[in-house]
Each structure stands twice: as C-alpha cells, then as structure tokens.
Antibody, heavy 120, light 106 residues
Framework: EVQLVESGGGLVQPGGSLRLSCAVS????????MSWVRQAPGKGLEWVSV???????YYADSVKGRFIISRDNSKNTLYLQMNSLRAEDTAVYYC??????????????WGQGTLVTVSS | DIQMTQSPSSLSASVGDRVTITCRAS??????LNWYQQKPGKAPKLLIY???SLQGGVPSRFSGSGSGTDFTLTISSLQPEDFATYYC????????FGQGTKVEIK
C-alpha cells in the first residue's frame, strides 16, 4: 500500500523559509516522478513542482526561483524548500506520486496535506 | 502556460441526474487530460486519466471524453457520494488545473 505523510508546515513570517517533507512508503521516490500541489484556503488546486526520476526539476512560474524540490533516496522522502515566502503562498501543500504513460502522466497517490501559513 | 477553464463553476443537481462538466484548454493538449474529485478536507482522488481511461476502483458511472482542447466529464447517474468538487488537469506542458466545478445537492 502506498502511503505519503507530509510534515513541516506551520506559521512563518513573510520573507521567511520553511522546508516541507513527504515520507513515502510502498513507492520508490527515486525511480518515479513526484510532485507538490498546493491549495489556498477555499481555492482550487495549483501545481507547484515536479522532480523526475532522472533528477530534473520543474516549477510553476509563481514559485520559480524561490522554491526547491529535492529528494533523499536513502530515506525515500521528498522535500520542498520554500524561501522568500509571501502571503499568497499560504496553502495546504500536498505531495503526490505520479504514474507515467506514453507521453503523459497523472497524480495517483496523495498525502493528507500540510498547512503553511505566511503571516506577520 | 496552458490555461484550463472549467464550466460551470458550480451546479446543483439531484440524485439520479446525469451531470456533465466541461474543461477547455488554451491550446491543444491531445488527450493529456486527467480528472479528479475532491471532498472537503480531503486530498484529491484520481477518477479519469488520459481523457477517457477510468482509474481502477472508480465506479463506471464516471466517464470522460474529448481531445485537443475540449473535454467532458460525465456522471451518468449522480449518487449521494458524488457531491464534491471536480478538477481537470493537463499534463501536456508542465501541469495545470482547472478552477474546479462544485457539484451541490439540489
């Protein structure tokens, strides 16, 4: 059974930093694509970042240059380092596994989410 | 960036109704389109991938169609557990979601 458990959320001041973790079981992080998706309170889903099995990383324009996605293969854990945080980064952050098909992919397993609040 | 636009943003329907939600992409995305269901306080759940393939364990009353820029999610006979918010998501270039469609009880 695939399980994802996020941690690291909390209250942070504007301009501050936070690192989210996503501990994964039943699925090998290093061999697959993994993503972060966020949801601001009362709003829709927003894709944030992806890390490919080969290590390539991509980001939404809204977080490019401020967030860094990474993984620790030995711990089978995904991370999101968030710097220069803004009020608009306030959201529940989900990590998700991705399944690949020919030329495409989708998010199939999700964690329960961790809330990040950026406020003074 | 590819923009995804869903319509309607919300709808009211009764148990047993046939419900259709549409999703339009700002440029052609072939069939690189997925649908998710989300209930309050819960993570999204994959329903349909690659525009029309039903994810394992998802009831057959859910179906998807379309290609290029226009896509549809259909619930053939709405059940009480289907009241939720539905999102489309493209995986053709980067990834992006539609704004969501909330299905409420009439």
């Amino acid at each position: 059974e695939v399980q994802l458990v996020e941690s690291g959320g909390g209250l942070v001041q504007p301009g501050g930093s936070l690192r989210l973790s996503c501990a994964v079981s039943g699925f090998t992080v290093s061999s697959n694509y993994m993503s972060w998706v966020r949801q601001a309170p009362g709003k829709g889903l927003e894709w944030v970042s992806v890390i490919y099995s080969g290590g390539s990383t991509y980001y939404a324009d809204s977080v490019k240059g401020r967030f860094i996605i990474s993984r620790d293969n030995s711990k089978n854990t995904l991370y999101l380092q968030m710097n220069s945080l803004r009020a608009e980064d306030t959201a529940v952050y989900y990590c998700a596994t991705m399944t690949l098909l020919t030329g495409t992919d989708y998010f199939d397993y999700w964690g329960q989410g961790t809330l990040v609040t950026v406020s003074s | 960036d590819i923009q995804m636009t869903q319509s309607p943003s919300s709808l009211s329907a009764s148990v047993g109704d046939r419900v259709t939600i549409t999703c339009r992409a700002s440029q052609s995305i072939s069939t690189y389109l997925n649908w998710y269901q989300q209930k309050p306080g819960k993570a999204p759940k994959l329903l349909i991938y690659a525009a029309s393939s039903l994810q394992g364990g998802v009831p057959s009353r859910f179906s998807g169609s379309g290609s290029g820029t226009d896509f549809t999610l259909t619930i053939s006979s709405l059940q009480p557990e289907d009241f939720a918010t539905y999102y489309c998501q493209q995986s053709h270039r980067a990834r992006s979601f539609g704004q969501g469609t909330k299905v409420e009880i009439k």
